[in-house]
């Protein structure tokens, strides 16, 4: 196999797994804040932070360049302090992938959270637990499936992503090239036989994850 | 002395306007779906914070709107068993128990609990899910949780509810030994009459968010009835 397409296999899953383990520590609370507090602007929180979800992913690039680009809003500080800029670089796929799947797990962990029955966190506290305890032990583990089956959903999220990488992180072969930018390229040069492996392997995994998020989104009892 | 209660609460139109005190005895709460019943063990336990009013047991005040006091539910000292008995599904028999005692060290935890499964006739089912055992057998667990870190009062909202009457006669013996083993104030809700005047020490009879009448069972039964509840049911 061309070495080029073990790096953009390799470099995919280590984009997902990365922004995955990034969406699971930070959605996870997000979701369970905006599932147990009630406070004003918590829709509007939850709009700002899903609607990657139904953006074209270019758009959700051209915001990423904005706030992070060399001249961003952000990533103006990051250059000027350490010289050092995001784009084009491994990480900025890692960014994209991590802001354009986080939606899967905050809407289906929030989901997962919300269904837990509410006399069993009530149980919880009339049995003398906290409120952290009571989210280690009885919420988040009767919301497990749900949130299995957001973690799985953002990994295949993100082992797919395309157009906010190729935004922020462009298309440089053996730098930033993830299978589906792979893809694009090989179709563009006519190497079709390469494009079809990649095509077919990409496709067998994502049928696998979402056949797991199935499995695991059924109800526990 | 022992559970003193008075609360005010308006929630959707419903206006719960109640004051009462009980010993160290079994008092049931009767009254009709709707008349505050569960409503007052919820903010008698915390779950619901009151519009005004103070909730005391013996010496300490856990509720006071004058002074601001509010202890959260997991600091005050009630146990609870709820309608659903909202034993934890992922957790087996012991562990529903072993979690009824947070801050009891493990080794004494552990044989605590084995006297509570010993004492509420659990013997066997240690490994069993909730799904896995009969409904007579879920009702001990939740009283057995409630019961394992030595609660200061115990509050039932109507757990028997669903079980048939056999079993609910048997419950109700079971209820007055936890009475008498633990020689604290226990408070069951109940809208069935012949339960509440089958075990109750003490019978206060709620409608419409308000107390109509308060006393013994036999109390209750020899007054005149004003209150279109007992009238009903008596």
């Known amino acids: 196999m061309d070495e080029s397409v073990l790096f953009s296999i390799r470099l995919s899953l280590q984009v997902a797994a990365v922004s995955t383990a990034l969406i699971v520590l930070t959605g996870l609370p997000l979701a369970y804040f905006l599932a147990r507090r009630d406070f004003s602007g918590r829709e509007l929180l939850d709009v700002l932070l899903t609607i990657p979800l139904v953006l074209p992913p270019t758009v959700t690039g051209y915001y990423l360049i904005i706030l992070f680009g060399r001249n961003g809003f952000i990533g103006k500080y990051l250059y000027s302090l350490t010289g050092w800029s995001i784009m084009f670089t491994w990480y900025a796929a890692v960014l994209a992938s991590y802001v354009v799947a986080l939606p899967l797990m905050i809407k289906t962990a929030r989901a997962a959270i919300e269904s837990v029955d509410g006399s069993l966190i009530d149980a919880s506290y009339t049995l003398g637990h906290s409120e952290p305890d009571t989210a280690l032990k009885v919420i988040l583990p009767l919301a497990k499936r749900g949130i299995v089956a957001g973690m799985v959903l953002s990994f295949a999220r993100a082992m797919g992503e395309f157009g906010a990488t190729l935004m922020l992180a462009g298309n440089l072969p053996g730098k930033t090239s993830t299978m589906p930018l792979a893809i694009y390229s090989l179709a563009g040069s006519g190497e079709w036989s390469q494009a079809h492996f990649m095509v077919l392997l990409l496709t067998m995994m994502s049928g696998i994850f979402l056949y797991v998020a199935n499995r695991y989104s059924r109800r526990i009892i | 002395m022992g559970l003193q209660v008075s609360l005010q609460k308006k929630l959707n139109g419903f206006n719960l306007d109640i004051g009462w005190e009980i010993r160290n005895e079994l008092a049931v709460l009767f009254g009709f779906s709707g008349a505050g019943k569960s409503m007052t063990l919820q903010l008698i336990a915390g779950l619901m914070r009151p519009d005004n009013g103070r909730v005391s047991l013996d010496d300490t005040i856990y509720y006071d709107s004058v002074t601001n006091t509010d202890f959260p539910a997991n600091k005050r000292p009630f146990g ?155």
């Open chain 2, 80 to 234: 609870y068993v709820f309608q659903n008995l909202a034993l934890f599904p992922h957790m087996t028999v012991i562990g529903n128990i072993l979690y009824g005692a947070p801050s009891a060290q493990k080794h004494e935890k552990m044989n605590h609990a084995l006297e509570m499964i010993r004492a509420f006739r659990l013997a066997g089912l240690e490994g069993r899910y909730p799904h896995e055992i009969s409904g007579g057998q879920k009702q001990r667990v939740a009283v057995a949780r409630a019961l394992m870190r030595r609660p200061r009062a115990l509050l039932l909202d109507e757990p028997f509810s669903a079980l048939d009457r056999p079993l609910r006669i048997e419950m109700r013996g079971f209820l007055r030994e936890v009475r008498d083993e633990f020689n604290i104030p226990v408070i069951l809700v109940t809208h069935d009459f012949e339960e509440a005047s089958a075990i109750a020490d003490k019978v206060i009879i709620y409608e419409h968010g308000r107390i109509a009448q308060t006393g013994t069972p036999e109390e209750i039964r020899s007054a005149e009835t004003p209150s279109g509840a007992c009238a009903v049911r008596v």
